[in-house]
Each structure stands twice: as structure tokens, then as C-alpha cells.
């Protein structure tokens, strides 16, 4: 048997996997269950190619992360085989923790973060595993003596970030999000213990930095975007409350199991671990398509609606709605809807996205000069992206 496997990846060409424990973590349903997750949610909506999957992206991070080791101990850092090894499989797990539709149903299902839940199911897997994920699992926790490490898996220059950049980007087309991930690659180092990047990588950091913050209101934040996640959210939330009444019958066991599931971040996360691993986009799809013929309006009308991709409308800008718009909005959607039900206000929803391209602060991306002194990125650059906070504000209504 060959010493490794090959799979074809259309971002980076041939991907090596060790056989292994690397390898049977990718064959582990619970890993192979990110398939039928997808990357980024309803985007398809606008970027018609954007159906890749969470399975995708964990194998082109670890793909940077092999290359990132092989660059690191060309420049004399030392990194142990075992240390080599916990640190792939910490970002080949990293999102494994990912519910349906990635990000957008987050919070909403169940009351804890993603990573929550893929540290759950690593400690889980550790168990299955004798405890061959020991120190993958103190390296995701950051707990492990050489942060850089930790760094290399969750920073603000990681191989997650590295991935969805060049992956988003070539899926939906959209050229601002290219990003010269090789180069960054070839230009980090650690000195005592920390992530740093060489003087000469500076503009490569910039052009990572500014690809990040066009991709999320280009891509991640684009308005069509949040108006199919904001609907996709609203049905569920109402499909939650009716069957937690009793008066709608959820049709997928996983997913039954799930809205069962307590409201409360007091119960550990290994209470729901085992249900959850069998939750992914083919429960909700199945769930939509379930309420086409719903006797509840509200729930057919938005399955209906996100099925056939009858999106609402969105105003979204940095200055809120007017009053009188507002006011506009309200009217037409009682017109439109009260007839139908006397809950028609929850059709519009109102709230802000704000994206943030670089974090000031402790974790600051540091820059190795040709002295040998360590500088701040922020004091190293005169770039407008330090520290930028852009925050717009959304209303999301059914179309007049």
C-alpha cells in the first residue's frame, strides 16, 4: 500500500495525505459528514459556483499547513514529527464543528460556537483514538508551550484564513480575493516561540489583509447574501418555536433531536455531540422542501420563497433607514400580508454587520526586521486597513 494519498484539489493541483492517523481522520464519517456541509452557506445564490464544502477547505489548510512545516524547519525551527503531525490534524479538524450551512445557522440551532463544538469532537475522536490527539488538542486550545503553533491553526495569518481566501475567491470568481499565499508561506519564521514574517513579506501581508476585507462585503456580506441567510434563519427559528409547541412536526430525526436539545449553555456540549454529528445541509434542504406544503403560512411562504430564490429586499448602508422608510416598509408588508397572518412584522428584520480586515492588540501579526528587532505590523505599515472597523446597518423586507 502507498505511504500516502493523493486527492486533486482545483486551488493547489495534487494534495498529499499521509496514511495514518491523518488518514483515517479523513475517513472518519464524522469528518466525511463535512462534504454535505456547505463552505459558504447560501452564496451560491449570488455566486453561482460557490458549492464548495467545508471537506474541501480542511483539506487545502492542511495542505498549507504541510508546506508551512516543510518552509519553518528549512529556516532551523524546530518542529518534532509528533508536533508535525498534532498540528495537522488540529487544522484538518479546526471547522469540524460546522452545523448546516456553515456560519449562517450558528447560534440559532444550538446554543454554542463552532469551535466549541470541534474541540468537543476532537476530545471525542481523542477518546476513539486512544489518545493519539493529545497534543492536536492542547495546540487547538493553545495551551501547548509553542504558540506558534497554536498561530499556524487560529491567528490572524493562519492557514484557515490563508485557504478561504484563495478557495472563495476561485469558486465565486471573484478576482479581489487572490492572495499570495506561497509567498507569505516562504516568508514566515518564529523567533522565541512566536509566528513572525519577514520584513521582505510586508506588502504580500497587505494585499492578504485588504483581499480579506473586500471578500466580506463582496463576497461574505454581499446584500443578497444576507437577505437568503436572514430568511434561511427567520424559518428555522419559527419551525423551532412550532415544534417546541406542538404544533408542527419536524420530519428529520437529526434535526428533531437538535430543536429538542435544551436552550442552555449550562449542559456540556457532549449531551448533543453524538446528534449533532449527523446533522448537516441535507436535513435543512429536506425540512424546506417539507414546508412547501406547510398548513402554517409564514412557514410556507418563506420555504417557498428561499427554494425558489424569491428573495426579499435589502437596504444595506453605513447610514441606518430613514424613520419614514421604515414606517414605508411596515405599511406595504401589512398590506401585503396581514390578511394572511397577524405575525407579518416578523417578515422584516433589521439589525448590523460590521467587518473588522485587522486586530491591533496582543495577537498582532509580528514583523521580523533585517536587524533582528520585532515590530508591531500596525507600526509597520501606513496602510488605511489598521485597525478599520466597517459597520453597516441592514433592513431586510419582502418585496413591495
Do not use: C
Amino acid at each position: 500500500m502507498a505511504a500516502h494519498k493523493i486527492f486533486n484539489d482545483p486551488v493547489y493541483g495534487f494534495i498529499t495525505i499521509p496514511r495514518g492517523i491523518i488518514m483515517d481522520l479523513v475517513e472518519h464519517p464524522w469528518f466525511q459528514r463535512l462534504r454535505r456541509i456547505r463552505q459558504l452557506g447560501m452564496t451560491d445564490f449570488v455566486y453561482p459556483g460557490a458549492l464548495h464544502t467545508r471537506f474541501q477547505h480542511a483539506l487545502g489548510a492542511l495542505h498549507l499547513m504541510q508546506s508551512t512545516i516543510e518552509v519553518l524547519r528549512s529556516k532551523d525551527v524546530d518542529i518534532t514529527p509528533e508536533e508535525a503531525e498534532a498540528v495537522q490534524i488540529a487544522i484538518l479538524l479546526h471547522d469540524v464543528g460546522h452545523g448546516p450551512f456553515s456560519h449562517v445557522l450558528e447560534h440559532n440551532l444550538l446554543p454554542y460556537h463552532h469551535e466549541e463544538l470541534s474541540q468537543a469532537i476532537m476530545a471525542e475522536l481523542n477518546q476513539q483514538f486512544a489518545g493519539r490527539l493529545d497534543l492536536a488538542l492542547s495546540i487547538f486550545a493553545n495551551t501547548y508551550p509553542k504558540p506558534f503553533l497554536h498561530q499556524l491553526v487560529s491567528g490572524q495569518l493562519d492557514m484557515d484564513r490563508m485557504d478561504y481566501l484563495n478557495r472563495d475567491s476561485f469558486f465565486t470568481g471573484v478576482h479581489e480575493g487572490v492572495i499570495g499565499y506561497d509567498r507569505i508561506v516562504k516568508m514566515l519564521s518564529v523567533v522565541d516561540g512566536q509566528l513572525v514574517v519577514e520584513e521582505k513579506g510586508v506588502y504580500s501581508i497587505e494585499k492578504f489583509l485588504i483581499a480579506r476585507r473586500l471578500m466580506y462585503w463582496q463576497v461574505y456580506l454581499h446584500k443578497t447574501v444576507l437577505s437568503a441567510e436572514r430568511m434561511l434563519i427567520l424559518v428555522l427559528e419559527r419551525l423551532a418555536r412550532l415544534h417546541r409547541e406542538g404544533s408542527r412536526v419536524v420530519t428529520s430525526r437529526t434535526l428533531k433531536a437538535i430543536l429538542d436539545f435544551p436552550i442552555d449553555r449550562s449542559l456540556p456540549v457532549s449531551s448533543i455531540l453524538h446528534e449533532f454529528v449527523r446533522l448537516d445541509d441535507t436535513d435543512i434542504v429536506h425540512e424546506l422542501k417539507d414546508m412547501r406544503d406547510s398548513s402554517d403560512f409564514l412557514l410556507q411562504f418563506m420555504a417557498n420563497a428561499l427554494l425558489d430564490r424569491q428573495l426579499f429586499k435589502v437596504y444595506l448602508d453605513r447610514q441606518p433607514p430613514s424613520a419614514a422608510f421604515i414606517e414605508e416598509v411596515r405599511e406595504s408588508t401589512k398590506t401585503r400580508f396581514a390578511q394572511h397572518t397577524t405575525e407579518w412584522a416578523s417578515l422584516i428584520i433589521s439589525g448590523k454587520e460590521e467587518s473588522k480586515a485587522y486586530l491591533e492588540g496582543n495577537d498582532e501579526i509580528l514583523i521580523l526586521k533585517k536587524s533582528g528587532k520585532l515590530v508591531r505590523y500596525s507600526d509597520e505599515t501606513d496602510s488605511p486597513i489598521r485597525e478599520r472597523i466597517t459597520e453597516k446597518h441592514f433592513l431586510i423586507y419582502p418585496r413591495m
